[in-house]
């Protein structure tokens, strides 16, 4: 699987829009990027995942670039509940593997 | 959305004993499910994969004959930690896909494990 770059700590204001970025330079044309979170002792959460357009839910919205080697999660509205480690994962289509968790990015949210 | 349960949420047990740990998938049938384990300050480590009906795969590393898994039915995997000891002290979170087409991982709370 590709790997994947993201910093290793982020700070937001509560409010305003949390930016995680991931590089994925590697990735291949059948993989798709996911993003989980794990809020502090509990376990990871599905957030949002694409392929090559743009994904929005209603926890987030998923920015690929055009050459699809790196990602933007966006919390539109960060709240303090949002603070939580964040991973951007790659994975093929079609894989029997499971997911393979790097260090992710720290994000916390400030009041 | 698709709800993975573990239970029990936390355990304490002495040196030496075996502890069983659950994970069910709620309202959706898992053929797969994965058992991962979690350090402080770590990320999560993959220890095997398991099919329903079939024997777990364990990573390298992991020992098959200390950590019993079995996948019984499609919504129910156990984790036995044998003989546990001190250094086994961990968070342990399984994880369920909901089939081949939907390749989303859906995980549990956690089971937070303390050897004394």
């Known amino acids: 699987d590709a790997k994947t770059t993201q910093p290793p700590s982020m700070d937001c204001a509560e409010g305003r829009a949390a930016n995680l970025p991931c590089n994925h330079s590697?990735?291949?044309?059948?993989?798709?990027v996911y993003w989980y979170r794990q809020i502090h002792s509990q376990g990871p959460q599905y957030i949002i995942h694409g392929l090559k357009n743009n994904e929005t839910n209603e926890m987030a919205s998923l920015i690929i670039t055009e050459d699809r080697k790196s990602s933007t999660l966006i919390l539109p509205h960060a709240t303090l509940r949002d603070t939580a480690v964040y991973y951007c994962i790659v994975r093929p289509s079609g894989s029997a593997r499971q997911l393979t968790f790097g260090s992710g990015t720290q994000l916390t949210v400030l009041p | 959305g698709a709800v993975v349960s573990q239970h029990p949420s936390w355990v304490i047990c002495k040196s030496g004993t075996s502890v069983k740990i659950e994970c069910r998938s709620l309202d959706f049938q898992a053929t797969t499910m994965f058992w991962y384990r979690q350090f402080p300050k770590q990320s999560l480590m993959l220890m095997a994969t398991?099919?329903?009906?079939?024997?777990?795969?364990?990573e390298q590393g992991v020992e098959k004959d200390k950590f019993l898994i079995n996948h019984a039915s499609l919504t129910l995997s156990t984790l036995t930690v044998t003989s546990a000891h001190p250094e086994d002290s961990s968070f342990y979170i399984c994880?369920?896909?909901?089939?081949?087409?939907?390749?989303?991982?859906?995980f549990g709370p956690g089971t937070r494990l303390l050897v004394l």
């Open positions: 398991s099919n329903e009906g079939s024997k777990a795969t364990y």
């Open positions: 590697t990735i291949s044309g059948n993989e798709y």
């Open positions: 994880s369920a896909r909901t089939g081949t087409n939907q390749e989303t991982q859906y």
